[in-house]
T-cell receptor
Framework: GENVEQHPSTLSVQEGDSAVIKCTYSDSASNYFPWYKQELGKRPQLIIDIRSNVGEKKDQRIAVTLNKTAKHFSLHITETQPEDSAVYFCAASGGYNKLIFGAGTRLAVHP | GAVVSQHPSRVICKSGTSVKIECRSLDFQATTMFWYRQFPKQSLMLMATSNEGSKATYEQGVEKDKFLINHASLTLSTLTVTSAHPEDSSFYIC????????????????FGPGTRLTVL
């Protein structure tokens, strides 16, 4: 089955800096790669996603890149703000629409 | 939008009792729903896929007789934790698939707010 690895587990940046989180997946049949932000005790919120027919997608300060050959995808957050502090999860989905999540990255943005 | 609700949001029960958690898609029909479990400071772990009108598909290592799933309508899936024990204490989250677009996009999942279960 699918396995998703996520790095780093924690990330601390200064406000205004960029943050990058990387994930790798094992199943070459996976074709959908969402990123979620989760605050303590809350549901995961979709922040951006990318499908396997696209190499890059951007939405304001957030971008995701996908390298299908290497089976890895990355989340880029520019001009970080304190409210970006949360836990971020990557996920991969292939057959049967099942989502397999990475272990998560705890991002802390310091003013 | 696509809204998914869960009930209850929080439940405390005694060891040995059963607890039922409901997951509803409020403004769309969902033939497929998913149940996840999340322990503190850990990731979401997929427990099972709930299919309307048929048996749920459980992930490896998840006991189907302990976590009973019923998906009796296109808007409701229920998870029953039977004979709950303290180690079942966790945050349970459901999600629902909504098809969208033309051609349909099947991957989009919408999450419920979660149910925090505490077993004493």
């Amino acid at each position: 089955g699918e396995n998703v690895e996520q790095h780093p587990s924690t990330l601390s940046v200064q406000e205004g800096d960029s943050a990058v989180i990387k994930c790798t997946y094992s199943d070459s049949a996976s074709n959908y790669f969402p990123w979620y932000k989760q605050e303590l005790g809350k549901r995961p919120q979709l922040i951006i996603d990318i499908r396997s027919n696209v190499g890059e997608k951007k939405d304001q300060r957030i971008a995701v890149t996908l390298n299908k050959t290497a089976k890895h995808f990355s989340l880029h957050i520019t001009e970080t703000q304190p409210e970006d502090s949360a836990v971020y999860f990557c996920a991969a989905s292939g057959g049967y629409n099942k989502l397999i999540f990475g272990a998560g990255t705890r991002l802390a943005v310091h003013p | 939008g696509a809204v998914v609700s869960q009930h209850p949001s929080r439940v405390i029960c005694k060891s040995g009792t059963s607890v039922k958690i409901e997951c509803r898609s409020l403004d769309f029909q969902a033939t497929t729903m998913f149940w996840y479990r999340q322990f503190p400071k850990q990731s979401l772990m997929l427990m099972a896929t709930s299919n309307e009108g048929s048996k749920a598909t459980y992930e490896q290592g998840v006991e189907k007789d302990k976590f009973l799933i019923n998906h009796a309508s296109l808007t409701l899936s229920t998870l029953t934790v039977t004979s709950a024990h303290p180690e079942d204490s966790s945050f349970y989250i459901c999600s629902a698939i909504r098809t969208s677009g033309n051609p349909p996009i099947y991957n989009e999942q919408f999450f419920g707010p979660g149910t925090r279960l505490t077993v004493l």
